[in-house]
């Protein structure tokens, strides 16, 4: 089976992990402390604060910034489920924006109309998270100027998006947010086997992050500490950073990998009929996922099913978390007619196989693949 994304290990990075597990110490060291300052450094921010998971880290920005009951996070509905669960595990609720179906990024128009419906109603969100899907940045300007004029804190969910950028600054940088969630799975950009990190330029709230992730400790003197609020172990063990450091600094080349893989499937695919990826040749992108548009539910089930039978690991990302019984279990009900973005999104999304170690003649495989299933139901239409 081609999978659709797969972690890139070479002998350098074992030759780190290999340091430490040699000389130590395995967590609470320092090399937690260079991999912050590595990505902070490589994403412009000021501040990073390393945690166990992309998901641990949208709680404890979540939780840094008091995020609880009575109070409403909102997110897009084509995301995985950690972007929204991170509200509810502080007692507050969700509620979702419609995505732009070119991109599948939260919709600047659907979030305006949104806001000023709910600022009628007095049920204005505190925190929104944005989501840099399949690893092309939102259109933070447009959200940021929102923000600024109805008064809610911005966490990206950037775990697609480690090396995009944004009108020339790096997605990490926070220019338009509070904090910024990488996640470091073997499928993202870079990987610790789990991990995640918080980038923010906000002292106060990199040091609350940095304390809750470590059961909110504060050391005083002696043996004394005092511990103030519920916290967690959230921390990234010094094995992982190990990993992590040295992915960091192979990231370029992935990128440029993906980058160069995904022209390579907008060539061959010009002319087919399916819809390549808004903007497929465009640099800003980390090329996290390559998604193509098929004509309808059917027509995608049917690509699936062959591709599946082919060994080629096609993906859907996502089905719209409206659609999910943890989402209406806040006793919402979601019409996904209020939704046409995200519906028409799902019902024609699939993910082709994109990561730094496919081969060209992987690439091929899953092109004929997908040729085989196309001409199938187009058999008019040469691919
Ligand atoms: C992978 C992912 C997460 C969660 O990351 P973990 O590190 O697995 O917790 C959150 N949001 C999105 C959009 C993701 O793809």
Redesign the pocket.
């Known amino acids: 089976m081609i999978p659709y994304g797969w972690h890139d290990i070479d002998e350098s990075d074992i030759a780190a992990v290999v340091e430490v597990l040699r000389h130590g110490p395995l967590t609470q060291g320092t090399t937690v402390e260079r991999f912050e300052q590595a990505m902070a450094a490589d994403c412009q921010s000021q501040y990073a604060v390393a945690c166990n998971?992309?998901?641990s880290g949208l709680l404890l920005a979540c939780r840094a910034l008091e995020l609880g009951p009575g109070d409403w996070l909102w997110t897009s509905p084509i995301?995985?489920a950690?972007?929204a669960t991170c509200a509810l595990h502080c007692g507050a609720r969700v509620d979702l924006v419609d995505v732009d179906p070119a991109t599948g990024n939260l919709s600047p128009t659907a979030l305006a109309c949104k806001l000023a419906e709910a600022q009628s109603l007095g049920r204005l969100p505190r925190i929104l998270v944005p989501?840099h899907y399949a690893g092309r940045p939102c259109d933070m300007a447009a959200i940021g100027e929102l923000a600024q004029h109805f008064g809610f804190a911005i966490i990206e969910?950037a775990?697609?998006a480690l090396g995009a950028s944004d009108h020339g600054q790096p997605v990490g940088a926070c220019r338009y947010s509070q904090a910024t969630v990488f996640?470091?799975?073997p499928v993202?950009q870079i990987t610790t086997g789990?991990g995640?990190m918080v980038l923010t330029n906000d002292a106060e709230l990199a040091a609350r992050m940095a304390r809750l992730r470590t059961h909110d400790i504060r050391r005083t003197e002696g043996w004394h500490y005092s511990i103030e609020e519920p916290g967690y172990n959230f921390r990234l063990t010094d094995i992982q950073a190990a990993l992590g450091l040295s992915q960091l600094k192979r990231l370029p080349d992935f990128v440029a990998r993906r980058r160069c893989l995904a022209r390579r499937y907008h060539q061959r695919l010009s002319g087919w009929p399916l819809m390549t990826p808004h903007g497929s040749d465009d640099d800003s992108s980390a090329w996290h996922l390559y998604v193509i548009r098929l004509g309808d539910q059917g027509e995608r089930r049917m690509v699936y099913e062959a591709m599946r039978a082919a060994e080629i690991g096609v993906q859907v990302h996502y089905i719209p978390l409206y659609r999910q019984p943890f989402m209406q279990a806040q006793g919402m009900t979601f019409d996904p007619k209020a939704f046409p973005g995200a519906e028409s999104f799902y019902a024609s999304a699939l993910t082709l196989p994109l990561y730094p170690g496919l081969t060209h003649v992987d690439q091929e495989s899953v092109l004929e693949a997908l040729r085989t299933a196309l001409s199938a139901l187009h058999p008019a239409t040469p691919c």
């Open positions: 998971s992309a998901s995301t995985f950690a972007s989501v969910d775990a697609h996640s470091f799975h993202k789990e995640g």
